[in-house]
């Protein structure tokens, strides 16, 4: 029943993405401390998951995450120092990271093909929410044209990594295990 605590996981971090709805959205700064913590996120549990499973695909997929997302974050952080903008932590960014955190800790607890389900499962979760974030919150709340462009330049690779995911996802639900 692990897996629900990854969907509740899901829905809180959505539920932070929407808050900014309400108060005219996150400002640059805080856009990039989103962003950078959401890859971060992911990219531990990529290593997490890639040190953990024997499954081919999903080591291959959380190949994919770890190397994606170190992209992203490397050119994140290349435009906010050409921008001279500092990453400024907020609600949704803290949540994020206390959620990755959370998430770590229960995937370390698995092994076998509940680690692979409950990974992947939380991948499908987090990406929807990304994807959620980004077209309802962050790209329409972007100020710096150039950040905006960023974060519509890396959504077609979020769609991609959920698609994957879902997937992994209908597979490892085919498997016995």
Do not use: C
């Not at 899901?10 to 929407?18: D, N, Y």
């Not at 805080?30 to 953990?52: P, W």
């Not at 709340?141 to 960023?150: D, I």
């Amino acid at each position: 029943m692990k897996w629900i605590s990854v969907t509740l996981f899901g829905v809180l971090t959505l539920a932070s993405f929407t808050g900014y709805a309400q108060s005219g959205g996150p400002t640059d700064p805080q856009i990039a401390a989103i962003v950078v913590t959401a890859n971060q996120v992911d990219i531990d549990a990529g290593k997490l998951a890639e040190s953990k499973t024997r499954s081919k695909d999903v080591k291959a997929f959380a190949q994919l995450m770890i190397t994606d997302h170190s992209g992203v974050n490397k050119a994140a952080t290349d435009l906010v120092h050409k921008l001279g903008v500092t990453p400024e932590p907020n609600s949704t960014s803290q949540s994020l990271k206390q959620g990755g955190d959370a998430n770590l800790a229960n995937l370390k607890t698995l092994k076998g093909m509940a680690f692979d389900r409950a990974y992947i499962d939380h991948e499908v979760a987090y990406h929807e929410s990304v994807l959620d974030a980004l077209d309802k919150t962050l790209i329409p709340s972007a100020q710096n044209e150039e950040l905006k462009a960023l974060l519509v330049k890396v959504r077609p690779a979020f769609v991609a990594h959920l698609d994957h995911a879902k997937q992994l996802q209908a597979e490892l639900g085919k498997s016995n295990g």
